[in-house]
């Protein structure tokens, strides 16, 4: 191995593992303050009994998200996609300090006004979550797969630590008076703390890490207009990149596959993320936390389901790591997705007839698939393209994940619609 090729190896994993840590980070609060509104579900059932706060808040967040990212990603090559990750975590920040606010302002009490309220920092979340979630996944897709993988790992993470919050909050005040109110704010308080964590880590510290640069240097050679703040932010200027990387230049590689080239060689890794959350969403959040009949866990009883899901889906975002359990078959990985969908009617018939314990199971097993072949299809698919290409195609994934969800709550819906609410 030449000697260039040697700095060229010490540079690309310079700095790797800060960079797992930041990445995993970076993920949870993607969807953090999300899920802290899932979270405290039992809370909002006690001020909105009459208003099916969990499918409505779920509703209202889609339409943003999926509006949001598909605008996002039609115009990613020309998007700052600093100024453009900043924006959504300083938004996330700011709409979970409103619902403290918003508390805090009516003395926890519930109304249409203050239901409206809500609703409005749940479409704030959607438009955060497409600013971060696109971009994140476009700029993680031009680097190391390990990087991606940690921040979706961080996604899942999200879930299993408020999963874990609210239990140990509902048993610390389920005695109390007012004790549900209590632990929301605690829950939106943490929230608004790893909302501004995630700001300055993106910030001040990603950028700077020797990894993040090198990669984004050579996206930048490739062509990426993407990159230029961030690299500036890393003390990098887009004309030095080509240094770093120690290239000649070359006109050819600045030449990209369009948007649409793009999807249609990956219509089956585009159709891979929407059936994916088409069907994880038809059953979570909405299905689980009212459908699912009475139990001896009582009002416990969702939030355990929720723990299992989320614990379930964290830890299939892991199993990937191992390669001889990784699915890297595109025509594997479609077979796999489309035999999820027996678990529509397993799911219906646990709930009418089932006891708790087969509901558990059926439930962690849709968080351990959702998990594992969302890593699969996300680390697979930018393989063999350059970076500006990359970035696009992250985008595009992440926008047909959104349009699964949408369509998964929507069919939740048609659902509760049938059975005359």
């Not at 829950?187 to 790893?194: G, K, L, M, T």
Request: a neutral charge; glycine letters at 10%.
């Amino acid at each position: 191995m030449s000697q260039q090729a040697e700095t060229g190896e010490a540079i690309r994993n310079e700095g790797k593992y800060m960079a797992i840590i930041v990445c995993w980070l970076l993920g949870n609060g993607c969807l953090f303050s999300w899920n802290s509104m899932l979270m405290i579900e039992d809370y909002y059932v006690y001020l909105f009994p009459s208003y099916h706060p969990t499918r409505v808040l779920a509703l209202v967040y889609q339409p943003f998200a999926l509006g949001t990212i598909a605008i996002l990603a039609y115009h990613e090559a020309k998007i700052n996609t600093r100024r453009r990750n900043l924006a959504g975590y300083s938004l996330f920040f700011l709409s979970s300090l409103a619902l403290i606010v918003l508390d805090v302002a009516t003395s926890g009490k519930g109304g249409i006004g203050v239901f409206i309220g809500v609703c409005v920092v749940s479409g704030a979340f959607g438009v955060a979550d497409a600013h971060v979630q696109g971009g994140m996944v476009g700029d993680l897709s031009l680097m190391s797969p390990e990087l991606i993988q940690s921040f979706l790992a961080g996604l899942a993470a999200s879930g299993a630590l408020t999963s874990a919050l609210r239990l140990i909050t509902k048993a610390a005040f389920e005695n109390s008076q007012d004790g549900l109110r209590k632990g929301a704010m605690m829950f939106f308080a943490i929230s608004c703390f790893f909302e501004l964590l995630c700001v300055l880590l993106y910030a001040i510290v990603f950028p700077k890490l020797p990894i993040v640069k090198f990669y984004r240097a050579k996206a930048a050679s490739e062509g990426s207009m993407t990159v230029s703040a961030d690299l500036a932010a890393g003390g990098i200027q887009t004309h030095h990149a080509q240094g770093l990387l120690q290239v000649e230049e070359d006109p050819k590689l600045k030449e990209r596959m369009n948007n649409r080239q793009l999807l249609l060689e990956n219509i089956d890794y585009a159709l891979d993320m929407f059936l994916i959350y088409v069907l994880t969403l038809s059953i979570f959040p909405g299905f689980l936390s009212e459908d699912t009949g009475s139990h001896s866990l009582g009002s416990w009883y969702a939030l355990v389901l929720f723990a299992m899901y989320n614990v379930w889906d964290l830890i299939g975002r892991y199993i990937p790591l191992l390669k001889r359990f990784k699915l890297a078959s595109r025509k594997g990985l479609m077979a796999a997705i489309l035999s999820r969908f027996i678990l529509i009617p397993a799911f219906y018939f646990t709930a009418k007839y089932g006891d708790q314990g087969w509901m558990i199971l059926l439930t962690s097993f849709l968080g351990l698939s959702n998990g594992y072949l969302t890593v699969c299809v996300l680390t697979a698919a930018p393989k063999g393209y350059k970076g500006p290409e990359q970035n696009a195609l992250g985008n595009l994934l992440v926008l047909c994940l959104l349009a699964g969800i949408f369509a998964g709550v929507t069919l939740d819906w048609l659902w509760l619609i049938g059975k005359g609410w």
